[in-house]
């Protein structure tokens, strides 16, 4: 079956560096899309990236684009989120969530990772 | 760009049906065909309910149906039951230059 495991949440201080993991399985991980989703405490969804199925394109909301960077490594069916300059309102869970064709995310979350910006 | 524009609050006894509506503009739910719906319990993941304006996935009930008429997407839920009662949200990709997705503010369903 499908599953997706984020680790590597925590508390991170304001302009310092955090990176999520997610680990795939049950599926060919290489060749879906695959996006980052977060939820601010008390909030509604956010996309935040999307990355090809190859790894070469990738889109990013205006809220994080030039602070994080996601990537993956389709040898291990990983994919991660470079956070780097949190600030405050980066707070939430975030989710890794597979793409259904190209255009359309969602079909299977994580359970999601915590992350905590505060000094 | 802002998120798409859902009510707040929507309530309904069970047995009943309810609409959520979410409505965007042309560069995105009017003109796109790909619109899907989630749920979410409290402390959960969002589950997908529909996608493809209208298409369920696998073992989600048929009770749930999703439509769309000009810049305004609809998730219904016929024969509302008490475990419906949750948020939900409506996702939709935009059609700018470079591709995007946006979500809708959320609607929390109350089982009366």
């Known amino acids: 079956q499908v599953q997706l495991v984020e680790s590597g949440g925590g508390v991170v201080q304001p302009g310092g560096s955090l990176r999520l993991s997610c680990a795939a399985s049950g599926f060919t991980f290489r060749i879906y899309v695959m996006h980052w989703v977060r939820q601010a405490p008390g909030k509604g969804l956010e996309w935040v990236a999307a990355?090809?199925?190859?790894?070469?394109?990738?889109q990013y909301a205006d809220s994080v684009k030039g602070r994080f960077t996601i990537s993956r490594d389709n040898s291990k069916n990983s994919l991660y989120l470079q956070v780097n300059s949190p600030r405050a309102e980066d707070t939430a869970v975030y989710y890794c969530?597979?793409?259904?064709?190209?255009?359309?995310?969602?079909?299977?979350w994580g359970q999601g990772a915590l992350v905590t910006v505060s000094s | 760009q802002s998120a798409l524009t859902q009510p707040a609050s929507v309530s309904g006894s069970p047995g009943q049906s309810i609409t959520i509506s979410c409505t965007g503009t042309s560069s995105d739910v009017g003109g796109s065909k790909y619109v899907s719906w989630y749920q979410q319990h409290p402390g959960k993941a969002p589950k997908l309910l529909i996608y493809d304006v209208s298409t369920r996935p696998p073992g989600v009930s048929n009770r749930f149906s999703g439509s769309k008429s000009g810049n305004t997407a609809s998730l219904t839920i016929s024969g509302v039951q008490a475990e419906d009662e949750a948020d939900y949200y409506c996702?939709?990709?935009?059609?700018?230059?470079?591709?995007?997705?946006?979500f809708g503010g959320g609607t929390k369903l109350t089982v009366l």
């Open positions: 969530t597979r793409g259904i064709g190209e255009m359309q995310l969602g079909d299977y």
């Open positions: 990355i090809w199925d190859d790894g070469t394109n990738k």
């Open positions: 996702n939709s990709y935009t059609t700018p230059s470079t591709p995007k997705w946006i």
